[in-house]
Nanobody, 124 residues
Framework: VQLQASGGGSVQAGGSLRLSCEASGRTSSNGAMGWIRQAPGKERESVAAINWSGGRLFYADSVKGRFTISRSNVRNTVYLEMDSLKPDDTAVYYC??????????????????WGQGTLVTVSS
């Protein structure tokens, strides 16, 4: 499985950005995709996750109500819409995939495949 992330950039606090992650190769319809971020000097944080089938969405408390994860099964692409961005959201954002469904927000270590990171910078 190969993952190609895009959409990072710089924005002022209160602004919005949309990240995309296209999956290719042997993706699993029973699996899940997620977004993980890592801020400078901090540990990786699982931000959001979505199964390739079903309607449940999973979010970290730090982004609930501001971030929205969605998918396009036709395009094999997962999106992360980030609104009301804060300086604390500044981080490298990674998309990741796993072969099994999730029922809770997964830990970063539970993902098997990772895309390259995309930097999101939020200035105050």
């Amino acid at each position: 499985v190969q993952l190609q992330a895009s959409g990072g950039g710089s924005v002022q606090a209160g602004g919005s950005l949309r990240l995309s992650c296209e999956a290719s190769g042997r993706t699993s319809s029973n699996g899940a995709m997620g977004w993980i971020r890592q801020a400078p000097g901090k540990e990786r944080e699982s931000v959001a996750a979505i199964n390739w089938s079903g309607g449940r969405l999973f979010y970290a408390d730090s982004v609930k109500g501001r971030f929205t994860i969605s998918r396009s099964n036709v395009r094999n692409t997962v999106y992360l819409e980030m609104d009301s961005l804060k300086p604390d959201d500044t981080a490298v954002y990674y998309c990741a995939a796993r072969v099994n469904r999730v029922v809770v927000l997964p830990t970063p270590d539970s993902y098997s495949y990772w895309g390259q990171g995309t930097l999101v910078t939020v200035s105050s």
